[in-house]
Every structure is written in C-alpha cells, then in structure tokens.
C-alpha cells in the first residue's frame, strides 16, 4: 500500500507499509460463530492496548518475524482472522470465520520516545499509534521512534473477546515468536447457553438496559473527557491497603484504591448531585466453572458489572476503611454463578437489539467504573526484543457516559501500577492536586531504567 504522512501535534507518523496477515495452517471450512449473550451484552466497542520497548531495533528486522508469528497465532485464534458483519435476520453481530485476516501497520515516529508524552494521551496516541480501519477486527500497528525504541498497538472489537481473552492471544503470539511452548489450548465454543426457560432476578433491570445504536451514539456525557495516564507507586498502593484493612477486614489492593477515587470523585460532583456512583468489571470464568481451570481459556466475553451508589455527604465524611466495606460488598453480589446465570437469562429475554449497563449510557448520574488488569500480561510479552517498559490500555472512544479508570501491572514487576484514565476535567484536577499524592502523571523516569 502506498506510503501515507500523518501530522498530529508535536510529532509526525509515516505509515511505512500495511500487510493483511492471514492464518497460516489450515483451518476449519468457512463458517460463522454466533456471539453469546455475554458477547451481545459487551458490545462492539474497540478495545486497545500499547505496548513499549526501548530497545534498539530495526523495525525492518523485526516486522517480517511479528508478521510470520502473528500468521502461526492466527491458526490457534482463527475467529480473530474472521470478519464480524450483522446477520439480516436478528440485526446482532456474528463473527464469520472466513480468515480475511488482521491488519498490521508499520510506521516511523519523528521523535525519541524521550520526547514521549506518556501522560497526555489526548495528545500523544489517538490517529497516530493505533489503526481504525473498521473491516479488521484484530488491527496492529508498530510504531519505531528515531532512538530505535518501538511501540506496539493492538486494537480488538469487543465481539472477539473481553481482556481475559485477548491477554491469551498477546502471551500466545509471544510464545510462537520466542519459539516457547504455547501454554493456551484456546476454547472458541461461546457455550455460554441460557436456561430453559430463561429466568433472572428482577433487580438486574435497575443495571442493564435495551438500546439503540441512536441511543450509544447521542449518550450524555459528563462534559469533556481527558484521556490520562497516571503512575502509582506500590508504596501508596500498601499504604491505601492498610488504612482499608482497619476495623479487622482484609481488603483486596483494588477494593482500597476504589474507595480512595470514590471518595475524591465525591468531593468534585456537581452540587445538583446527592449520589455518585461507581462500577466494577468483574470475570465469570471462575464462578461459571465447575473448577478454577475449566474455562480459563475460554476466548469471548464472560463480563459483568457490578454497581454501588452512595450519598456523597457520608463518602466525604467516611474513612478509606468505610466505603472500602461498600465497595466490596457490591462487588461480592457479582462475583458468584446465580449472578451470571441470571445476566445471561437476562439477555435472552431481552433479544434481538444492543444491551448496556445504563450508567455506560450516562442514564445514572456521576460514575466511575474500575477495571482491574492484574492478571493481564505485561512484562511477559517479550516477541524477541526485550521485554516492554510499559504496557497499557488506552481508549479510541469519544463519547462515554462514565468516567474509566483501567488498572495494570507496572512493568517494573515491584508491585507498582500504571492506571490509564478517562476521566472529566474537574476529577482529573482533584487527582492530581490531592495532598496524599497518590496518583502521578506517568514521565520517563516511571518508564525507562
């Protein structure tokens, strides 16, 4: 394909070459898999990850490795090589398995990932580091910087999977392109059946909500939304942990730093609110197993979210250890098969159209979902140049009806956190001038040794 010149902002992004990879072994006669209804419920958002590696290369040397690893991949994967259209009868999604392939696209950045802006992702990452060309469900890009350090993009639609999912395809292509053992035998039934007949608990209808593509595209939005990328030390990490264990409970790292944002999105809540809210992402691959292994290679979407609301008076007032206790007892009314048996029941009387949480639509005031990465890989994804400095997820979407904060392990491996953000600009500004100093805009010195 002909080269391409991209300006944005401070720097400049030469599209080099883009390749259509197709899987490499033979696969199964063309056929369609029909999305299950924990896939109908996750939608068709894009989901992104990026990925950074200081070392020196060739972006020459190493594409046509990636290229030829990411084929063998794709044969293990082969609903990723697949397109997703709208099947005429039931409007919903399906993926067809017809290997036309994932799109990867090779490019040049004018700058040292010295000169980076790790924290200001408005600025620094969308139309530059990542593909959006809607045909491809899997999309690449491999960025090189003038310094010989790369970046890696990696864009998805939901359909395909949930972050479970596209963690084993990332450690999969790893291991094919290190040469190791593949240690994922992936699972691509999408068994996720409802009961006969379906049933669910009624309260369900307060979280979820039917809706229309009109209704995603036109979502209220709290105002503007400042896309951020914040470094947390594991110091501050313990230290939110400790003042959440008091009273004599253990609290989870994640259930800590949930009832520290809470609480600092409660303090900056337009006053014409009584109530803010917060959300979290929860797996269903333990709680619909019959043991802790049985579906933990099972690729699709197995997600629920799980909801609190909570007077802003009392989080201002509360200690970190107070709305610990209610962040986990709203987690712990998720995190168990009846919930997700009935989520799935839900959908089935809910089909055929588009489902969402109805804070995801902006449709319940002020609120924040958290989504833990902690067993995402991010060390691991070494493809044979090293190890990545940084490894992230990171948002294409421009409208949102609640604000985001995603979680993952530093690259470090000390325990500390990268936290990539969505967030409104007065909750941003909170974070950042709070006295505990908890959260710290990401520069170099976060990244580089």
Known sequence: MASENVIHGKFEVKIVRKTIVKAADP????????????????????????????????????????????SQCLSHFYPFAGTISENKK?????????????????AQASIPLKEFDFYNLNQSFQGKLVSTEHFFPVQVQITSYICGGISMT?????????????????????????????????????????????????????????????????????SILLKRLYYIDYSNIDRLQRLANTNGKKRTKIEA???????????????????????????????????QNSMSNYIGNM??????????????????ADIAEIVHKAITTVTNEAHFRNLIDWVECHRPGLMLAKSVLGLMGPTIVISSGRRFPVAELDFGFGSPVLGTACSTIERLGVGYLNQRQSARGDGSWTVSAILWPEMVEALELDPNHIVQPMNLNHILP
Request: with cysteine; aromatic share 10%; net charge negative.
């Open 27 to 70: 696969l199964p006669e063309r056929h369609i898999i029909s999305l299950s209804n924990l896939d109908l419920l996750s939608g068709r958002f894009p989901v992104t990850y990026i990925y950074f590696y200081s070392k020196p290369q060739s972006i020459h040397s190493i594409s046509n490795t990636l290229i030829e690893s990411l």
């Open 90 to 106: 039931s409007g919903e999604p399906e993926i067809i398995c017809d290997n036309s392939g994932a799109l990867v696209t090779e």
């Open 303 to 320: 997600l629920s979210l799980a909801f609190a609301d909570s007077d802003i008076k009392n989080l201002k007032q509360g200690s970190i």
């Open 154 to 222: 990696f864009t998805f639609d939901h359909a395909l999977g949930d972050a479970s999912a596209f963690g084993k395809f990332l450690v999969t292509w790893s291991e094919i392109a290190m040469k190791k053992p593949i240690s994922c035998s992936p699972d691509h039934s999408r068994g996720l059946l409802a009961r006969l007949p379906p049933r669910y608990d009624p309260s369900l209808d307060e979280s979820f909500i039917t809706c229309t593509m009109e209704d995603i595209c036109n979502m209220p939005t709290i």
């Open 257 to 291: 730093f949930s009832a520290y944002i809470w609480q600092v999105m409660a303090k900056v809540v337009d006053k014409s609110h009584n109530n803010c809210r917060m959300g979290w992402l929860v797996d269903g691959r333990t709680r619909l197993s019959k043991n």
